[in-house]
Nanobody, 126 residues
Framework: QVQLVESGGGLVQAGGSMRLSCVAS????????MAWFRQAPGKEREFITA??????????YYADSVKGRFTCSRDNAENTVFLQMNSLTPEDTAVYYC?????????????????WGQGTQVTVSS
């Protein structure tokens, strides 16, 4: 069982930056593909980014909507995955969720993730 705890959400003005963190419990963090999803009111949960587990090369993938603005990284020694968000717009307003699945390579489908954080609200004002 893995528990995920997100932090770092809040209110920011358009054009600003914010960094989210997600800390995972357990001792096998490097074997988990980690991802960030978001869900805006009235919309489906949307894939944002994922960083593969170490055995799959640790590559990072991004949705087109955030490519060039968001950066996902992980610190396996600290069991933490980060989401650095720059050039934020009101369209980025959503609840952001951290997700994990062990040995996963199919990174963009939310249904494939076994563990989810509680979510953190990000609000971007215009």
């Amino acid at each position: 069982q893995v528990q995920l705890v997100e932090s770092g959400g809040g209110l920011v003005q358009a054009g600003g930056s914010m960094r989210l963190s997600c800390v995972a419990s357990g001792r096998t963090f490097s074997t988990y593909t980690m991802a960030w999803f978001r869900q805006a009111p009235g919309k489906e949960r949307e894939f944002i980014t994922a960083v593969l587990w170490a055995g799959a090369g640790g590559r990072t993938y991004y949705a087109d909507s955030v490519k060039g603005r968001f950066t996902c990284s992980r610190d396996n020694a600290e069991n933490t995955v980060f989401l650095q968000m720059n050039s934020l717009t009101p369209e980025d307003t959503a609840v952001y969720y951290c997700a994990a699945k062990q040995f996963g390579t199919n990174y963009s489908a939310s249904g494939g993730y076994h563990y989810w954080g509680q979510g953190t609200q990000v609000t971007v004002s215009s």
